[in-house]
Structure formats: C-alpha cells, structure tokens
C-alpha cells in the first residue's frame, strides 16, 4: 500500500511541477521602459528641455519609433518635468538615439544640447542622464 501512496505522490508532484515549468516557460516579456534625464554641467537638473527620441538609422523617411501606446515616424519630441525627466514605455527593443536641446535664457546666453544613447530591453527599464552644454553640436 505504501509503495502505490508513494507513486501517487510522486506522480502529484510532478504534474504541479509540469505546470508551474509551462507556466513560466509562457510567460510574455514585459516591454522595454525608459526614464531619461537632463542635466546641466553642475549636475543639476533642466526643466522644460527639449528631448528627441530616434531610431538609430533615423534618416530614413521609412523609420519608425515604436512606443507602447502609438507609432511615430522618425522621432519623438518631449520637454522634460521639473525634475528633468520623462518617462518612456515601448513596444520592441531596440537602440534609440536621444538628443537634448535647452533655449538661450538669462543665466545662459546660448543654446545648450546633449546626446546619449537608450538601450532597450524587455523586463527592463533603461536609464540615461544627458548633460546638456553649450559645446555640443549635432550633425
């Protein structure tokens, strides 16, 4: 009696386990979110920045950039929070260049920008701070 105990037993545990395998084996990626921020040359960060997400071969009028809710065509323009960040979630992943462009004001007679690169991975969330300065030229 013991002997057929132990095989339902055992036969029990490996169903559970099975299942569990199956389950995990088929669980979908979670896309790939992206937090950037801008800084200037004391660490400090810039509000109302204007950020640029493109696709990294982004001069071709075919290239898209795929966010998780909509599709843009080449790129992607946003000011950053107070805090000197935005907040992005996509769809795929994939490598995005980012440019950062600051206006002329009072305390900075000309226009300061950044560049910085965003690697996208499922189940991740990249991080990337750009400092902006008054030497940065964009090609």
């Not at 395998?21 to 810039?46: E, F, H, S, W, Y």
């Given at each position: 009696m013991d002997m057929k105990k132990n095989v339902v037993i055992f036969l029990v545990l490996a169903l559970i386990s099975g299942a569990m395998?199956?389950?995990?084996?088929?669980?979908?990626?979670?896309?790939?979110?992206?937090?950037?921020?801008?800084?200037?040359?004391?660490?400090?960060?810039?509000?109302n920045a204007m950020v640029i997400v493109k696709a990294n071969n982004s001069d071709s009028a075919h290239t898209m950039v795929y966010f998780k809710d909509e599709t843009k065509s080449v790129a992607d323009t946003q000011y950053t929070k107070a805090d000197g960040t935005l907040e992005y979630e996509f769809k795929y992943e994939s490598i995005l260049k980012v440019e950062a462009t600051k206006a002329a004001d009072r305390s900075h007679p000309f226009i300061r920008r950044g560049m910085g690169v965003l690697v996208l991975e499922n189940n991740k969330t990249a991080e990337v701070t750009i400092e902006i300065n008054e030497q940065t030229v964009f090609n």
């Open positions: 395998i199956l389950m995990n084996g088929c669980r979908q990626p979670v896309p790939p979110k992206a937090i950037v921020t801008i800084v200037d040359t004391d660490k400090q960060p810039v509000e």
